[in-house]
């Protein structure tokens, strides 16, 4: 069908579930609803953990993006230590400002990530915060018992902490050339005994909640939830994308990814605490084109565009936090804002950003949420900056179009080719793909990665030869 036929479908569809986002908006204490609320002029918003009674910030930090000593993050200097002193800083903030819950990860960073967090943390009563960190066993290397149990022994000692308070089974769903789904899934935490063996730790009090992070197929995560109806594991919370864009159209933006109205529907059905991740679409919902953007300040002209997406992932009930990978100051300052405290999203403003999220996939973008999982390449390109670049020429409206030889689409051309040059490195850029297809298996947004590398090359090619 085309594309008028395919809205006339869902029309109906995405009302219903839009409804359904108003309908179980958090009415308690914990989450004012008062009209006058003004960002910033409060105190943070909580969310309690039904199975343990934990007062959980409802904005928490991701520690995978944390700044670097010569700037940026590891993807801007890919050998430069973290900064510590600076991490140390924003960790201070956020606490002395609410926040406590800290997400990390063996492998964020390049493994740096729960080193710098635990040395951060430690500085603080460990009744002060909670930690969040996951069992990354993606290599088939660490698939057996012994090397899944190192794993999770050495996190507690990077931490510098003998419990984890939330431990997830790290971005499920996925498959490889080899594997399906259910194989790759049995093979990391069945066939080995480690589910189990959290289980036990969870008995012994070194795990407080246990959960997992899903990416993929459905199918998986309907039989995670199916274990838990059938009291074969209990999970005490899941991790999940979800944004405005993806409650409705993330079938638009990849036909195989999962609706965040349908993962959401399921666990709150179920009184399952909801952890969000990608609120922002990996950074585009902060950084969206002009004549979206102005769409937003004419509403409200003081509030930043960002600002309406962790609105929006913090306003359903049973969601207990919703993480920001922070890298700098000015974005912790602004995020504790906006849940400091949370002005819900009115039934009317959602069904203004249920506009907007259908005019932001409608852009030729690539979903591309930067999250570093295809990397390392074994052919050195850069495929998070690439697409990044591309995807914020878009947004900004700054692709060349129009008459080829016009002054302005020459001009556009120009920067544009400047533009990729100077952030990724003519050896890293996407004419060297050979779409062997290694970072493909590891996409948690089932982007046909190599595809996508061909159509941004053969476009700098059409630009280079119009030269």
């Not at 036929?5 to 839009?18: C, D, M, N, P, R």
């Not at 204490?29 to 960002?39: Q, W, Y």
Request: hydrophobic share 35%; aromatic share 10%; glycine share 6%.
């Amino acid at each position: 069908m085309d594309r008028r036929e395919f809205l006339k479908h869902i029309g109906a569809a995405t009302v219903a579930s839009s409804v359904v986002l108003s309908a179980c908006k958090n009415e308690t204490a914990e989450t004012p609803v008062a009209k006058d609320v003004i960002d910033g002029q409060g105190k943070m918003t909580y969310r309690t953990n039904p199975n343990t009674g934990d007062k959980v910030s409802l904005l928490g930090y991701g520690m995978m993006r944390l700044p670097v000593e010569e700037g940026g993050t590891l993807r801007d200097h890919p050998d430069s230590p973290i900064d510590q002193e600076l991490v140390n800083q924003e960790i201070d903030y956020a606490i002395e400002h609410g926040m406590n819950y800290f997400d990390t990860s063996p492998v964020y960073c390049k493994g740096m990530s729960e080193r710098a967090t635990g040395i951060a943390l430690a500085r603080h009563p460990r009744d002060s915060y909670y930690i969040a960190t996951k069992l990354s066993n993606f290599s088939p290397s660490t698939w057996d018992t012994e090397s899944s149990k190192t794993m999770f022994e050495n996190s507690l000692k990077e931490l510098q902490t003998d419990y984890v308070d939330y431990l997830l089974l790290h971005s499920i769903g996925g498959e490889t050339k080899e594997l399906g789904f259910m194989e790759l899934f049995n093979a990391r935490f069945i066939d080995n005994g480690i589910l189990d063996w959290l289980v036990e730790q969870k008995k012994a009090g070194r795990i407080r909640n246990l959960g997992f992070s899903f990416h993929g197929d459905p199918k998986l995560f309907d039989t995670m939830l199916q274990w838990h109806d059938e009291g074969r594991y209990h999970w005490d919370f899941v991790q999940i994308q979800m944004n405005y864009v993806d409650w409705n159209y993330a079938h638009r933006i990849e036909p195989e990814n999962v609706n965040a109205s349908y993962l959401y529907d399921e666990l709150h059905s179920r009184g399952i605490p909801v952890v969000i991740m990608e609120p922002l679409l990996g950074g585009r919902l902060a950084s969206l084109p002009e004549h979206i953007t102005k769409q937003m300040q004419e509403r409200e002209p003081e509030t930043p565009v960002a600002r309406w997406a962790f609105r929006y992932a913090g306003t359903p009930d049973g969601i207990l936090t919703v993480l920001s990978g922070m890298t700098y100051m000015e974005h912790l300052v602004q995020n504790v804002a906006t849940y400091s405290p949370l002005r819900p999203i009115s039934m009317e403003e959602e069904t203004f950003l249920m506009k907007i999220a259908e005019e932001i996939v409608e852009l030729p973008t690539v979903p591309c949420t930067t999250c570093n999982y295809c990397m390392p390449c074994p052919f050195g390109l850069n495929i998070p900056a690439i697409f990044s670049y591309y995807n914020k020429s878009v947004t900004d409206d700054v692709m060349p179009t129009g008459n080829h030889e016009a002054k302005a689409y020459r001009e556009a051309r120009r920067r544009f080719l400047i533009g990729y040059d100077r952030n990724i490195p003519s050896l890293r850029q996407a004419s060297h793909c050979i779409g062997c297809g290694q970072c493909k298996e590891h996409c948690p947004q089932k982007i046909d990665i190599p595809t996508e590398l061909h159509r941004i090359d053969d476009y700098v090619e059409q630009l280079k030869q119009q030269g």
